[in-house]
């Protein structure tokens, strides 16, 4: 074998080898994020579940009717102690008032929608509102 040859080969192999790293290396950068996720390229190790969190009501007793308090993974996210959407301070007239505005507010929160009570909700639900 002439000394020529071996450097023409060695030359080939290093081009050969260069153009093969430079596509197989950005292939790993961009499809390396869509591995990670996959469970079984790595594992997938203390992660919470990505169900919606938990929501819970209480309802109480205030000086002027009931009110309510919605929880977020037992932390304290709204405090009711009056009617929503009308002009001063009045409370529900029943527990069972506060409870069907409570589990409004809930379902909204579930469905990572708008919280807010308006007026039209609580003729919907037929709350005393006057």
Known sequence: M???????RQKTYLKFLTIAILII?????????S??????FYPVENREPT???????????VE????????????KFIRQETIP?????????SSDEAEKVAKLVMQRLTNKQNPAIRKSDL???NIDHN
């Open 85 to 93: 959407a009308i002009a001063g301070d009045k409370g529900f007239s």
């Open 64 to 75: 002027k009717g009931w009110g309510y308090e919605i929880s977020i993974k037992n932390r």
């Open 35 to 40: 591995f990670q996720k996959t469970k079984g």
């Open 51 to 61: 169900l919606s969190p938990k929501i819970n009501y209480h309802l109480f007793k």
């Open 25 to 33: 290396l950005p292939g790993l950068f961009f499809f390396y994020p």
């Open 2 to 8: 002439n000394i020529n040859q071996f450097g023409y």
């Open 123 to 125: 003729i919907e639900l």
